[in-house]
């Protein structure tokens, strides 16, 4: 853990009148980060973050591998991923022949193996009660969060004979692999041509997918904490205005000078100027006096949106590609928004954090630790208002 200073007086900018994240504007050259690439953001629907692999050459069954230890697939994140014209894409309905998982050094993976090819596909968490497709009762999933994998047309089921004869002779329920992140697998939907299945996972963390051949397959690797790039989570801190997060032990973090300590991250060490449009810090953190609606309405160059719960609050997850103003063009932004209005006095409340793509920052290994940070949040550490 680093903590860094500021240089002056708190200051600290408002959201502009059309609601957006808290963040001070530009980029210092050579502070805030290693340079990398902007990590442009793709829109819902297509593949974005989605790996299509012709051969398994160094991947057998769930994650065997002869040699060297296998890397996870797919692009990590947390944002839904689709593709096959999901979930209409059409063609003869896929045979489900297998489904398992297996834990790697790094990641868990879950693997559903189809016949012939594999289907439309959709990854994305989920917020409880988790319930069966169809009749709509409630299935029990062990963990805290939960990750519902479907894909269609596809059964595990072939009714195209005169009798029905089941292609996956398997369990509904995978124990979770050992020491891992995945605390259990459930089938959850084989209703209408659709499969599905939930995958329990301790905390919301980053995952990928893939499409593998010979045998088709399609793949998600779930990512265990920390290893979303920066170092774990190891540190924490308290912001004034109430909350508590973690970090990655090997980052720096803002004293207090400048803007309230706890709400600058940065994984080099970093100076707040005063009354300046510099950004030096990869992530930010406030609380802001703005109603969360106001802050949640559609933004221009929006791609994508997530509404769901942090610490019992309700929040929104946005990707935006700005089309100007604070940010230049085509900079990749993305910002979680969290209702703290109690109602006890009326003031509204919203804890903005996010992240921005600028040139001199790492912007996708920084998303997955601003995803990574919100899971661990405690909106109730002092409450000071």
Do not use: K
């Amino acid at each position: 853990m680093r903590t860094t200073t500021g240089t002056g007086p708190r200051a600290l900018r408002r959201l502009a009148a059309v609601g957006g994240a808290a963040a001070l504007a530009g980029c210092a050259a050579g502070t805030g980060g290693a340079a990398g690439a902007g990590g442009a953001v793709g829109p819902p629907g297509d593949a974005a973050g989605t790996t299509t692999v012709a051969a398994a050459a160094t991947l057998l069954g769930a994650g065997t591998t002869a040699g060297d230890p296998i890397e996870p697939l797919g692009e990590p994140g947390t944002q839904p991923r689709e593709a096959g014209g999901f979930p209409d894409g059409g063609g003869p309905v896929a045979a489900l022949t297998d489904v398992r998982a297996a834990g790697q050094a790094t990641f868990d993976r879950v693997v559903l193996e189809f016949d012939e090819r594999v289907p439309g596909y959709r990854v994305a968490y989920v917020e409880p009660p988790v319930t069966e497709d169809g009749s709509g009762a409630p299935v029990q999933v062990a963990g805290s969060a939960f990750l519902e994998i479907r894909a269609t047309p596809a059964s595990g089921v072939d009714l195209s004979g005169e009798q029905p004869r089941r292609t996956y002779p398997g369990p509904d329920r995978l124990d979770p692999p050992l020491a891992g992140v995945v605390t259990e697998v459930v089938r959850t939907g084989g209703f209408e041509a659709m499969a599905a299945w939930t995958v329990g996972v301790e905390e919301r963390v980053p995952f990928g997918v893939a499409v593998l051949q010979d045998p088709p397959r399609l793949v998600v690797d779930v990512r265990h904490p920390g290893d979303g790039g920066g170092g774990t989570l190891g540190a924490t801190c308290t912001n004034p205005a109430g909350f508590r997060v973690g970090y990655p032990s090997d980052w720096s973090v803002n004293a207090g000078e400048t803007v309230p300590a706890c709400s600058r991250f940065a994984p080099d060490d970093f100076a707040l100027p005063v009354a300046s449009d510099v950004r030096v810090a990869a992530i930010a953190l406030s609380v802001e006096p703005v109603a969360f609606d106001r802050v949640t309405g559609e933004r221009p160059g929006e791609v994508s949106r997530e509404r769901l719960t942090v610490d019992g609050r309700d929040a929104v997850r946005t990707e935006q590609v700005t089309e100007g103003g604070l940010w230049p063009a085509g900079t990749p932004l993305t910002t979680y928004a969290i209702d703290l209005s109690d109602g006890t006095d009326g003031a509204p409340r919203t804890l903005v954090a996010d992240t921005v793509g600028l040139p001199c920052f790492d912007h996708r290994r920084n998303v997955e630790v601003l995803d990574a940070m919100v899971g661990t949040l405690d909106l109730d550490a002092g409450s000071a208002r």
